[in-house]
DNA sequence: TCCTCATCTTACTCCCGCGTAAGTTGAGTG
DNA sequence: CACTCAACTTACGCGGGAGTAAGATGAGGA
């Protein structure tokens, strides 16, 4: 069912590098597959083809090991959102390259998302707080642009793209977990279209709705 | 810093309805101050001012415990959300009713919200499949208003309806983490226009955008 | 007053999984 | 061929927390 990555002959050994990397694609594989509390560094080990020592020899506990990966995974999807909003000047084509990269992160890379959205370890004060770090920086790289064409309040403008930035990171994990009834491309477009009309000519709309 | 919601004067004895009721009660606290794993049974027991034999003389174990608070909570979100769509039958103001009632779940009953949202128990199947069914049913409501309006498919419907309800989860979750930036009515309004400008009228701009 | 039975307590057992002490192997060097 | 040192192993200590066995306590009826 779940192939190991690269659990080479039980035996070979590795230059220290090479092996740290092993290490991290083999844990990266069961925390995303079991959690943090269900993963057992023994079998992190034994994915790696190796005994639980030479884990110790590169990582001082358990916990070190997630974040680092948890660390490495939250800054590439900040940086997928910046260089999709780097990547136009048209704001409507900002708004589905946002959503693209997105549904990509969710995509790719072994299901590593999981780690980001889906960590059993909220509870632990630098995890929430990491957590909760990524999406603002998402938002606030959604909001520069949001702020650059409306009136609107920074606080507003960010709220918004939190708004946003839940959206897409709701449908991008639904639409995972439903491949079939939606293409990604169809998804994203949909998405996106929802986005763009409610965030384009905001202040159009403003003084218009005020009057409740 | 938490006061213990009752621990009567450790001693006085309750009939089984009652008690049972407390340590639900107790339960909650821990739960949604710890989350599920670092939540200790001898720490339910002791905020309830009993023993920890008497919380297995009403619950078989700890995760039909926390089960039981999951399903409580889970069912009370679906069950505001449908009175919030029901409460009106101008869609616009069924959109603000609806963000309305996230943001109250969110606000309300203690933090169980961070049960339904944040659980560290997600990688157990059955912790998994409600949390995605609760997600599901609120979209199910939602998307049954969309479709009443839109030549959408059921399918699209159903994705733009995830989306809303993921604005609205991501946004009153932000919200509550920083009470001071908007007052709730406020960030509530500016959510609900986002979505009532992204939603309402689509068929008319469907044909438009389509040519990319 | 004495009996009954539900309520509650103390004081364990037991398992699981992190982290480690101590010893082994083998590739490259003089 | 002997020496060295990093890479690796087996086998264990140990803490923490779920669940339990066996006994205490007290309200209410005969």
Redesign the pocket.
């Known amino acids: 069912m779940t192939a190991p990555s690269d659990a080479r002959a039980?035996?070979?050994?590795?230059?220290?590098v090479r092996?740290r990397r092993q290490l991290l694609a083999a844990a990266q594989e069961v925390f995303v597959a079991r959690g943090y509390?269900?993963?057992?560094?023994?079998?992190?080990?034994d994915r790696a083809?190796?005994?639980?020592?030479?884990?110790?020899?590169h990582f001082?506990?358990?916990?070190e090991?997630y974040l680092a990966l948890l660390e490495e995974h939250s800054e590439a999807l900040v940086e997928k959102q910046r260089e999709a909003l780097e990547s136009t000047e048209d704001n409507q084509k900002r708004v589905t390259a946002s959503f693209q990269a997105y549904f990509d992160f969710v995509a790719g890379d072994g299901e590593a998302f999981r780690l980001v959205f889906e960590s059993d370890l909220r509870n632990l004060p630098a995890v929430r707080e990491k957590s909760e770090h990524t999406l603002q920086r998402c938002a606030e790289l959604i909001g520069e642009v949001i702020r650059q064409d409306t009136s609107i309040s920074d606080d507003e403008a960010h709220l918004l793209s939190i708004a946003l930035v839940g959206m897409a990171e709701t449908t991008a994990r639904y639409w995972l977990n439903n491949h079939g009834s939606v293409p990604q491309n169809a998804a994203e477009q949909l998405v996106a279209r929802l986005a763009w009309r409610g965030i384009s000519g905001w202040d159009l709309t403003r003084s218009a709705d005020e009057g409740d």
Not at 11 to 16: A, I
Not at 49 to 57: A, E, I, R
Not at 60 to 63: E, F, M
């Open positions: 039980r035996g070979t050994r590795l230059p220290r092996r509390h269900a993963a057992a560094m023994d079998e992190i080990a083809g190796v005994s639980k020592p030479v884990l110790y020899q001082p506990g358990k916990l090991l």
